[in-house]
Antibody
Framework: EVQLVQSGAEVKKPGESLKISCKGS????????IGWVRQMSGKGLEWMGI????????RYSPSLQGQVTMSVDKSISTAYLQWSSLRASHTAIYYC???????????????WGQGTLVTVSS | DIVMTQSPDSLAVSVGERATINCKSS????????????LGWYQQKPGQPPKLLIY???TRESGVPDRFSGSGSGTDFTLTISSLQAEDVAVYYCQQYYSTSITFGGGTKVEIK
């Protein structure tokens, strides 16, 4: 069974740094892109970027580039999302998701983590 | 970026009736090399992550009830719930993955009338 398990909720102060994680299991982690999606309270889904664990190739949403950094440690099948200096506007639920392919053709995010709630407040 | 516009923002439908959600992309998401539309539909229930219902605009994900169907091509797409059930109350999102800058629609909230 494909599973993505994310790290637990975080409460941080503005200016602090943070790294959250997403651990994959039940499939070849290195062969599927992992995406990150933000959802602010009561709002819709916002794609942040994707990373390919096989070679760490990364694509960021133009609107979020520079605000976050995505990385992977393929030896432990884990993807990361990190901030160097948090702001209150970063308060949201963050989901990781696997970008599936069928016969080499992208077919959407077929498996999702449970979400990590990040709260930034002074 | 490809902009995805969903309509309506919300709709209330009686149990057993049809629900229809529309999604329009600002440019075509059809890959002419394989005739596939890179368009997916997701369902998100309160307190849960999204769930993939439909990919390639009209292919149901494994395990998704057949009352859910997707149609359309190019820039105009529709998700239809043929006979709404109480457990279908959720927010539904369309998503394009034609561009490497993936984008979601704003969501449509489906409620019971």
């Amino acid at each position: 069974e494909v599973q993505l398990v994310q790290s637990g909720a975080e409460v941080k102060k503005p200016g602090e740094s943070l790294k959250i994680s997403c651990k994959g299991s039940g499939y070849d982690f290195t062969n599927y892109w992992i995406g990150w999606v933000r959802q602010m309270s009561g709002k819709g889904l916002e794609w942040m970027g994707i990373i390919y664990p096989g070679d760490s190739d990364t694509r960021y949403s133009p609107s979020l580039q520079g605000q976050v950094t995505m990385s992977v440690d393929k030896s432990i099948s884990t993807a990361y999302l990190q901030w160097s200096s948090l702001r209150a506007s970063h308060t949201a639920i963050y989901y990781c998701a696997r970008l599936s392919t069928i016969f080499g053709v992208v077919s959407g995010f077929d498996s999702w983590g449970q979400g990590t709630l990040v709260t930034v407040s002074s | 970026d490809i902009v995805m516009t969903q309509s309506p923002d919300s709709l209330a439908v009686s149990v057993g009736e049809r629900a229809t959600i529309n999604c329009k992309s600002s440019q075509s998401v059809l890959d002419s090399s394989n005739n596939k539309n890179y368009l997916g539909w997701y369902q998100q229930k309160p307190g849960q992550p999204p769930k993939l219902l439909i990919y390639w605009a009209s292919t149901r994900e494994s395990g998704v009830p057949d009352r859910f169907s997707g149609s359309g091509s190019g820039t105009d797409f529709t998700l239809t719930i043929s006979s709404l059930q109480a457990e279908d109350v959720a927010v539904y999102y369309c998503q394009q993955y034609y561009s490497t800058s993936i984008t979601f629609g704003g969501g449509t909230k489906v409620e019971i009338k």
